[in-house]
């Protein structure tokens, strides 16, 4: 019997005026796992996530949901199946409270995110749901704060909160902790993991320390295509991974070390 996989692209391929930019990239995400998408600069990956949700149409190639083909799809049709992308989708008001922020998350769950002119009181109803998100990405202290006083690292807290509130299936990551110290990248890590739990999480990271702590498969990208799928001890120890990630001969368990 053939294992169907709860997202997967066959030749999945994007060519701009001449430049293929992802080339005939075959994915098989398996239910429950968190996995990797890596690769040097330039590789494909964003491209990859963005004929995934659809901002960008394929030129050719197959998406299939739970075995459903999905490639036809419009972006909001993608989301109300589950498949939201974090970090960008879930996009955040600098001037409004964090428990503000996931309660419009919760209304755009409703139908209803843009109807401002609605009471406080109308929208007390959500204020629990939103609180126990808060609870779950570790920012139920901090309800009341405008998002613009937080820190960075409690900002993507945030953002993972409001994607939370779409109830995905399968959360598209996207560089989840670019841009962060040491101690930022240890709590997203810890979300990430925590939140993972009877979710499906295909998350881009350079970070090679996060992915070797974090993922159960990873798909190494170079030029657009393919080049090793595995976990991260078969990935790190291909010496073509290595000369393509590092650009040398370098161990990429090395700098995942580091």
């Not at 066959?10 to 239910?31: H, N, P, Q, Y």
């Not at 909001?76 to 428990?99: D, K, W, Y």
């Not at 992915?211 to 078969?234: F, K, M, N």
């Not at 590092?246 to 161990?251: K, Q």
Request: proline share 3%; hydrophobic share 45%.
């Amino acid at each position: 019997m053939t294992q169907q996989y709860v997202l997967e692209t066959r030749g999945l391929t994007k060519s701009f005026r001449g430049f293929t930019a992802v080339d005939g990239v075959d994915l098989k995400i398996t239910e429950g796992h968190i996995h990797a998408l890596i690769g040097p600069n330039g590789a494909g990956k964003t491209t990859v996530f963005n004929l995934l949700t659809k901002f960008l149409p394929p030129t050719r190639g197959e998406i299939l949901y739970r075995g459903k083909p999905i490639t036809r799809m419009r972006a909001n049709e993608i989301a109300r199946l589950g498949l939201v992308r974090s970090f960008q989708i879930s996009a955040v008001f600098a001037h409004m409270t964090a428990l503000e922020n996931v309660r419009v998350a919760l209304q755009r769950n409703l139908g209803t995110s843009f109807h401002f002119w609605k009471s406080e009181r109308s929208l007390e109803p959500l204020n629990q749901r939103a609180m126990e998100l808060l609870e779950q990405v570790g920012l139920a202290d901090v309800a009341d704060v405008l998002t613009v006083e937080l820190p960075y690292g409690r900002k993507r807290a945030l953002e993972v909160a409001t994607t939370l509130a779409l109830e995905p299936t399968v959360m598209l990551l996207d560089e989840p902790t670019q841009g962060m110290g040491a101690e930022d990248v240890d709590r997203i890590v810890e979300l990430i993991r925590r939140v993972s739990a009877g979710r499906t999480v295909l998350m881009v990271e350079h970070n090679l320390s996060v992915v070797s702590r974090l993922c159960d498969r990873i798909t190494v990208l170079a030029r657009g295509s393919v080049l090793a799928e595995g976990d991260y001890a078969s990935v790190s120890a291909d010496p073509a991974v290595r000369e393509a990630y590092m650009g040398s001969e370098a161990s990429v368990g090395e700098e995942a070390s580091a």
